[in-house]
């Protein structure tokens, strides 16, 4: 690739909207009704102009507009504006049961994922919009001349309200729906499936070839090991990282930073967050890795694959537990936590390693490796899982799924621990032989498919 690609490539990410802010902004409940609110503002500005002009003799009245007085117009925005404030109360009322449902059958941690849902925060939205919309129709009614009827307004707003009685029945269905189980781990597992290629596409942008001349990652590693070390400045979940802004950073000081941490670990204040070399370099970039680290106090989506991971893991062990026992929700999960792994092997995440526009690395990351997805994915849910031979077979199976996508004999390695695992845990823990027998036959099926020898009874 020649410099001024390179250079075209990495300027056109500066005017990227970072995802931790595309996220943040997300995962609230007032970002799109407020903008909802100010669009119907500027809907009843334009209307009311037309109004104006209707009253003044420079328009004619459309025909599709609703005629009448202004009382009985003011009898109809009064009706618009209590329904909707009242619908408004309800559909938010709904929101919080949803919320606290969801809360105590998939995990605390599992209420952004419904707080980030833009069927209700639309709904919402919609309701108090009309309502608002209604409103100043009305005051225009009121604090205009005797008079002045705001015929398309009032249309407007009739229309509006049709709008929502639509809104409405679509949100319950929504709720109805999202609040299903089966619903909520194929979300997860949809998130799962962005953040990966977000990661991914963020890597292909950012690829410079890296010239013969230039240190490699070994020497790049060799050196950081005489570099100085950079505390954190708070304590917290890192919830993204300015990949970007660092390697220009460490470009202009002519550093390599290494990040001790990524998104998803928890940073405590004073301990080790980068090392930078040379030493001499650490306190010009101390500034810029504390702005360049968002941290708050819960993990998020937007650079942590893992997260939705350990949700679907969260999910699973709690239908496991005694007080559930709901073994197929369980077996749901490790079949969606399959196709998550599926799509990480092949397409694996970013090696960690970022480069200026020259081609010298600037950046190491600890990169999110197919051994520590799978870990996560199987160990928890191998555990909960002892004795009930139903989720140790399902795992056995989505090996053997995974097995079909891995094109390393690393990561046909890491299956065939896990497999062995499994085998030894149900050895271990199934006390009917007939059970016993029919996970070591999924595990033989396993073993066929990674191409070894199935051992003799």
């Known amino acids: 690739m020649r410099p001024e690609q390179n250079a075209k490539r990495l300027q056109m990410r500066r005017y990227r909207v970072p995802g931790w802010r595309r996220e943040a902004l997300r995962t609230t409940l007032w970002v799109i009704p407020s903008v909802m609110i100010a669009l119907a503002v500027v809907l009843f500005v334009i209307t009311y102009r037309v109004d104006s002009r209707i009253a003044a003799g420079s328009l004619t009245l459309p025909s599709w507009a609703v005629a009448g007085g202004s009382d009985a117009s003011r009898q109809i925005l009064i009706g618009i504006s209590a329904a ?131 240190p490699g990652i070994d020497e790049v590693r060799r050196r950081l090991e005489s570099g100085s070390e950079v505390p954190a400045r708070g304590s917290g979940f890192i919830q993204a990282v300015g990949h970007d802004r660092l390697v220009r950073i460490a470009a ?39 702005r360049e680290h968002i941290v708050g106090s819960n993990r998020t989506l937007t650079q942590d694959p893992g997260f939705a991971v350990d949700q679907l893991v969260e999910v699973a062990i709690r239908a496991l537990s005694p007080a559930v026992n709901d073994t197929f929700t369980a077996l749901n999960c490790v079949d969606w936590l399959g196709d998550c792994l599926c799509r990480t092997a092949r397409r694996p995440p970013p090696d960690g390693i970022y ?32 004795g009930m031979p139903a989720v140790l077979i399902r795992q056995l199976e989505n090996l053997s799924k995974i097995a079909m996508a891995v094109t390393d004999e690393g990561s046909r390695a890491v299956l065939i621990h896990h497999a062995e695992m499994i085998l030894r845990s149900s050895d271990g823990s199934v006390a009917e032989l007939s059970d016993r027998d029919d996970v070591r036959a999924a595990y033989d099926s396993f073993l066929r498919r990674v191409g070894l020898a199935v051992p003799a009874s």
């Open 252 to 290: 202009a000081s002519d550093s390599v930073i290494q990040l001790l941490h990524r998104p998803g670990h928890f940073m405590a204040d004073g301990q080790p967050l980068a090392v930078v070399w040379p030493a001499q370099a650490a306190e010009d970039v101390a500034d810029a890795l504390t």
């Open 84 to 214: 909707m404030i009242t619908v408004a109360g309800v559909v938010f009322s709904i929101t919080i049961l949803a919320l606290q449902l969801a809360s105590q059958q998939f995990g605390p941690r599992m209420l952004r994922n419904f707080i980030r849902d833009r069927g209700t925060q639309v709904s919402l939205g919609a309701f108090v919009a009309t309502f608002t919309y209604s409103m100043l129709t009305l005051g225009s009614i009121a604090h205009a001349s005797p008079t002045f009827v705001p015929h398309v307004s009032v249309t407007v707003a009739l229309v509006l309200t049709f709008g929502d009685v639509g809104v409405l029945i679509y949100f319950i269905h929504h709720v109805a729906t999202s609040i299903q189980l089966t619903s909520v781990v194929a979300g997860i597992a949809g998130d799962f499936r962005t953040t990966l290629t977000e990661l991914a596409d963020e890597a292909a942008r950012s690829h410079v070839d890296a010239a013969d001349a230039l």
């Open 355 to 386: 480069r200026d526009e020259a081609g010298a690395i600037r950046l190491v990351e600890k990169a999110i490796t197919f051994e520590r997805l799978v870990k996560g994915a199987y160990d928890k849910v191998r555990q909960a899982g002892r």
